[in-house]
């Protein structure tokens, strides 16, 4: 003898088996991380495919560390100074009392030596 609760829950079970075979759904849990994050970046454009992408600009922090990579010394100050694709990072440094001033392009992290 099936219980009233008990036919409510084989409907319930055989709605659920109807929604999922009508509109092919697959359970998440069958999926793995990978197979899941793929299915999300079809829809999203990649940066690789987008002509004339835009880099994005170094931070402070990796403009220092690129100029402390080819150059020994104490960070005095840094500012960011130029415009549009000539923006660039002005370093000033100082090494056994001599103060130079480096700059770090804020898109290529090109370091050149200022004057």
Request: aromatic share 6%; proline share 3%; glycine share 8%.
């Amino acid at each position: 003898m099936v219980t009233v609760f008990g036919r409510k829950a084989m409907l319930l079970g055989v709605l659920l088996l109807c929604v999922v075979s009508v509109f092919n759904v697959q359970p998440v849990l069958a999926q793995s991380n990978t197979d899941i994050q793929s299915q999300l970046d079809r829809g999203r454009p990649s940066a690789n495919k987008i002509p004339n992408a835009v880099q994005a600009e170094l931070s402070e922090r990796q403009a220092v560390a690129r100029a402390r990579s080819q150059f020994a010394g104490n960070v005095l100050r840094i500012s960011l100074v130029g415009e549009g694709n000539n923006k660039r990072y002005q370093i000033r440094m100082e090494k056994d009392g001599k103060v130079f001033t480096l700059f770090v392009h804020a898109r290529t992290g090109k370091i050149t030596r200022g004057g």
